[in-house]
């Protein structure tokens, strides 16, 4: 899948843009507050109906406008053209696609799968759990067809459980959730099991490509429960303080991902610069398991791709994206950071107070 055009009405300082990519790499260059940001976060709201930047969509249209729209024509299975589009105004989304307006922002998924690496994408390393969660579980999504309703139900009956955890003096008995919660969990860290399986190989290989590290990293995939154990015996062990915190403390809504260096989390011990570049193998190692396991490809996007790496690492990184022969949007405020060269269909788009032209 690549996206063949994209149309932007109304996003921060981007007012009317058109736009015609390369299915391959697309350099957005210019400088500081042009709006190259901007257009990416137009992509990914296409793409899933979310910004990587705000859960505010009324900051989105340009100051005095009350409307945003972006449109885009996605090059399908076969060569189809499939028009999507997202307008937010009167506080309220619309949301099409092939002329049908989609209930639900994350139905957009099915149709341009993305992949995206952002100032915040290291977070994945540095904070909480939830972030490696969310790496995690946007992977099995796309590969697994039965993952997103036993989530959906896994979460139902676990918030049933802990409203009847949290009702004073309550002695009722917890039975059935804890069933229910116990088999659609078990499905969940199989699904993210067999998932992490095939990616820790990819990460390693392009951890390697891309940098060099003396020490070895290890990952380890914590389930959320003690492996040991069998989740329906932890929830009837931990009722009582379930009962006094009103909360289910375990599962697979508390499962990590832990990376180390030498006993160390990783974040700790290796440098800013390595830091992205292992994002970068992770999120690279995502998109290429995508392809790999579905057959099709995602739209592979970094801002800001040279920030924090010296040229070596950059033409590293852009060698390592060639090889993945996904659509490629990379921002950067400087070109001649980029070589372009290395790839075979590039374009290059320049930016300037929210102007987008093609470079030709
Ligand atoms: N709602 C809005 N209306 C108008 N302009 C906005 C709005 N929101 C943000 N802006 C402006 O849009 C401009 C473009 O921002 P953007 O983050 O896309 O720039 P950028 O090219 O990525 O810059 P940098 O290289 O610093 O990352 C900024 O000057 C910002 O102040
Ligand atoms: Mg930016």
């Not at 299975?77 to 989304?93: A, D, F, M």
């Not at 490509?209 to 929830?235: M, P």
């Not at 990783?266 to 057959?295: D, M, N, P």
């Not at 060269?341 to 290059?348: A, G, R, S, Y």
Request: with cysteine; aromatic share 10%; hydrophobic share 40%.
């Amino acid at each position: 899948m690549w996206l063949q055009r994209l149309d932007i009405k109304n996003l921060r300082n981007l007012v009317d843009v058109k736009l015609h990519p390369s299915p391959r790499l697309n350099i957005i260059e210019g400088l500081n507050g042009s709006g190259k940001t901007s257009l990416l976060e137009s992509i990914y709201l296409l793409s899933c109906g979310k910004s990587f930047r705000t859960h505010r969509f009324s900051n989105l249209p340009t100051q005095g406008c009350d409307w945003m729209g972006v449109y885009g024509k996605i090059s399908g299975k076969e060569n189809r053209i499939i028009s999507v589009g997202l307008e937010h105004r009167n506080g309220k989304n619309f949301i099409k696609a092939e002329g049908n307006r989609l209930q639900k922002a994350s139905e957009l998924a099915n149709y341009l799968p993305i992949v995206v690496i952002h100032q915040e994408s290291h977070r994945v390393f540095t904070q909480s759990p939830k972030y490696r969660r969310a790496f995690v579980d946007w992977g099995v999504f796309h590969v697994e067809q039965n993952f997103l309703s036993t989530w959906q139900y896994f979460s139902r009956t676990l918030k049933q459980r802990n409203a009847a955890l949290s009702q004073r003096n309550s002695t009722m008995s917890l039975d059935h959730w804890d069933l229910a919660l116990h088999q659609s969990a078990l499905l969940i860290d199989d699904f993210r099991q067999e998932y992490l399986n095939k990616l820790i190989p990819l990460f390693n290989h392009y951890a390697a490509a891309l940098l060099s590290i003396d020490d070895e990293i290890t990952i380890e995939y914590k389930r959320g429960w003690s492996d040991k154990e069998d989740y329906l015996s932890v929830l009837n062990a931990s009722i009582g303080r379930d009962r006094l915190l009103g909360y289910t403390q375990k599962g697979p809504h508390r499962a990590d991902i832990t990376f180390k260096v030498c006993g160390v989390p990783l974040h700790e011990f290796i440098s800013r610069g390595q830091q992205k570049l292992l994002v970068c193998s992770l999120y690279i190692a995502q998109a290429a398991l995508f392809s790999k396991l579905t057959g099709q490809a995602s739209l592979f996007v970094i801002d800001d791709v040279t920030a924090e790496l010296d040229n070596l690492h950059v033409d590293n990184l852009m060698k390592v994206l060639n090889g993945l022969e996904v659509q490629i949007f990379v921002t950067t405020p400087d070109k001649l950071l980029v070589d372009s060269q290395l790839f075979p269909e590039t374009k290059m788009f320049h930016v300037e107070h929210g102007i987008v032209t093609e470079v030709v």
